[in-house]
């Protein structure tokens, strides 16, 4: 049976909901995984500029501990990707973030833009892997996969415009 998502007081008592619902914006009442692309994409920005390697780290962190995080949030509301567990979007923005071509404003706002086309959109294989797979690896490895799409037109837009 399905449940809402935990008040921000149950995530302030309990650190992996605060991490699994994206320090609060998984509680947004609209576009809540728009709304935690965008706080992990200002996570990520300082992270990309000032140390890379930190930024890098925290992905692999992020990806090691993410099925946990992620099957805490499905076991409080009881949904198996509840719209409000963000820390999937989170990492996966980071991750376009941190192997965007450059760390502009239209690169970050691109790579922003393609993850959550592809997030929304979930073209195949990231569908059929969705409806066959679950828990918290599941939750995790769609946005993995749509960061991947994200990333790839990304760069393919980069490599036609500098072709020569």
Request: aromatic share 12%; net charge negative; glycine share 10%.
């Amino acid at each position: 049976m399905s449940r809402p998502a935990p008040s921000w007081s149950r995530l302030q008592e309990e650190p992996a909901l605060m991490l699994a619902f994206g320090f609060g914006s998984g509680l947004s009442p609209k576009a809540p995984g728009t709304v935690g692309t965008l706080v992990g994409l200002l996570l990520a920005i300082p992270v990309a500029l000032w140390q890379p390697w930190l930024g890098w780290a925290a992905v692999v962190l992020g990806v090691i501990f993410g099925p946990q995080l992620c099957q805490a949030g499905i076991d409080v509301t009881g949904v198996e990707d509840h719209p409000g567990i963000v820390w999937d979007e989170m990492v996966a923005i980071w991750l376009v973030t941190l192997a965007l071509p450059a760390q502009t404003p239209l690169w970050w706002l691109a790579g922003f833009a393609a993850f959550r086309f592809f997030d929304i959109l979930k073209p195949p294989p990231i569908m059929q892997l969705e409806r066959i797979s679950h828990g918290g690896w599941a939750v995790m490895m769609d946005d993995l996969m749509a960061a991947i799409y994200a990333l790839g037109v990304v760069w393919g837009v980069h490599l036609w415009l500098l072709a020569p």
